[in-house]
């Protein structure tokens, strides 16, 4: 009998490559690069205390990550595995910064990760689109010489234009010509944001930065007219439930945010971030939030909220579809 249950396909949009490194896999390139750190991982899982451990270790095990047939095999594996879910597509964010860290360029990174999106597409069913994400603690002239080069390559498979990394360095409006040079280029745009950091930074996403999506937004609650401004512009929200608990941001899954954003007509898609390191899948994300009282009206709308979301709608739909494989 099957274990997927018995729901409508998922669709995710906020999921980082580095993120779906699986201990197995992390294992495999510390042993073909000699590492042997019981840091990285014990147990056969990734173990972390907080936020700054987290970001330790994610850093530790990126950094396994050294050339572009090992992004390829990060891409493939993670592709692989999750297609014999019940997700049938995918916006995976990249972060070309960091693969150049590691020697790999952006024509070379694409030119990795293309062949091993269309091999699990023709495979496994499974659509996957690629968001290049801008790291925002290495401040605006960086992100606008990445959307600049992003916007100079094309690719069929990237379709967005994002950014991660610290809230606490920078505000959003910092980067307002490097995601308008992403919007010119055609790129749908979203970004993390009130994540950590208040309301006012989601503020500046929304009306500077004129983002398509929001990447977490949870600050969002306790300002009400925020609230409102994010449900009438009917604005797709990123939201990731596991990460949150996990990294000690939120309390628990029952006094997690998405019920109130729900409440207030948020458009709110979930996710799972970074699912190898948070230990979960799509199905973890709804049973959690089942657990925690979500009702099955609110489910279907969050998993509706996923297709809705799409940056690649024909992508999307076509693959909505698909069976998962045998
Ligand atoms: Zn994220």
Aim: proline residues 4%; aromatic residues 6%.
């Amino acid at each position: 009998m099957s274990s997927i249950p018995p729901t409508r396909p998922f669709a995710e949009l906020h999921v980082h490559l580095r993120g779906t490194i699986s201990h197995a896999v992390a294992m495999s390139l510390a042993q073909r690069y000699g590492v042997t750190s019981s840091d990285i991982a014990t147990n056969k899982e990734f173990t972390f205390g907080g936020f700054d451990d987290f970001l330790h270790k994610y850093h530790l095990v990126g950094e396994l990550v050294r050339g572009a047939q090992d992004y390829a095999l990060v891409c493939h594996s993670y592709l692989a595995r999750v297609a014999r879910s019940n997700t049938r597509y995918v916006e995976l964010m990249v972060s070309p910064d960091h693969a150049l860290d590691a020697g790999v360029t952006y024509a070379e990174l694409l030119r990795a990760l293309e062949p091993a999106i269309r091999d699990c597409e023709a495979k496994y069913g499974i659509a996957c689109r690629l968001i290049v994400t801008a790291v925002r603690h290495r401040g605006p002239e960086a992100a606008e010489a990445l959307a600049r080069l992003v916007v100079a390559t094309a690719s069929t498979l990237v379709v967005g234009f994002g950014m991660c990394g610290n809230e606490r360095v920078n505000t959003p409006s910092a980067f307002r010509s490097a995601f308008s040079l992403a919007r010119q280029g055609g790129l749908k745009t979203t970004c993390h944001v009130g994540e950590l950091c208040d309301a006012a930074h989601i503020r500046e996403a929304l009306d500077v930065l004129q983002v398509d999506r929001l990447g977490h937004a949870i600050r969002s609650v306790g300002d009400d007219g925020l609230l409102r401004e994010i449900a009438s512009r009917k604005i797709v929200v990123e939201v990731c439930p596991t990460s949150n608990v996990r990294l000690g941001l939120v309390a628990s899954f029952n006094v997690h945010p998405v019920f109130q954003m729900l409440a207030a007509g948020v458009k709110v898609s979930v996710n799972t971030d970074d699912p190898a390191f948070m230990a979960t899948t799509m199905e973890d994300e709804f049973a959690n939030l089942r657990a925690a009282g979500m009702t099955e009206e609110f489910v279907a709308e969050c998993v509706g909220n996923g297709w809705l979301g799409a940056f690649d709608p024909a992508a999307a739909k076509a693959a909505q579809s698909r069976l998962p494989p045998p």
